[in-house]
């Protein structure tokens, strides 16, 4: 099974950076993908980023591109998510998930990925 958890989330100022760990204490029975999704207050949960399982392709939502920046450590069963120039709209609560059975290509729809963390608040202040 896999077992997702996150971490690193926190309150930071308008510019400043965070860096989100996702760490995978289950037993991988398979190479996945990991995305990451985040739910700000009163908005739908939303695509972030994601990496494939050697790290080789990532992907990315518009607005976070050229400010965050997805990598991996599989040795450490860890996926990051370094966050820089935040603004007041990156606050949420941020999700890893992995996505076991997609092929192809990375997906950025929720229900494609099958289990989930249980989420660290991120807070940016103006």
């Known amino acids: 099974q896999v077992r997702l958890a996150e971490s690193g989330g926190g309150l930071v100022q308008a510019g400043g950076s965070l860096r989100l760990s996702c760490v995978d204490s289950g037993r991988t029975v398979r190479p996945y993908t990991t995305g990451w999704f985040r739910r700000a207050p009163g908005k739908e949960r939303e695509f972030v980023a994601a990496i494939n399982w050697s790290g080789t392709n990532t992907d990315y939502t518009d607005s976070v591109k050229g400010r965050f920046t997805v990598s991996k450590d599989n040795a450490k069963n860890t996926v990051y998510l370094q966050m820089n120039s935040l603004n007041a709209d990156d606050t949420g609560v941020y999700y890893c998930?992995?996505?076991?059975?997609?092929?192809?290509?990375?997906?950025?729809?929720?229900?494609?990925?099958?289990?989930w963390g249980q989420g660290t608040q991120v807070t940016v202040s103006s």
């Open positions: 998930a992995a996505d076991l059975f997609s092929t192809g290509r990375i997906w950025d729809g929720a229900s494609t990925y099958d289990y």
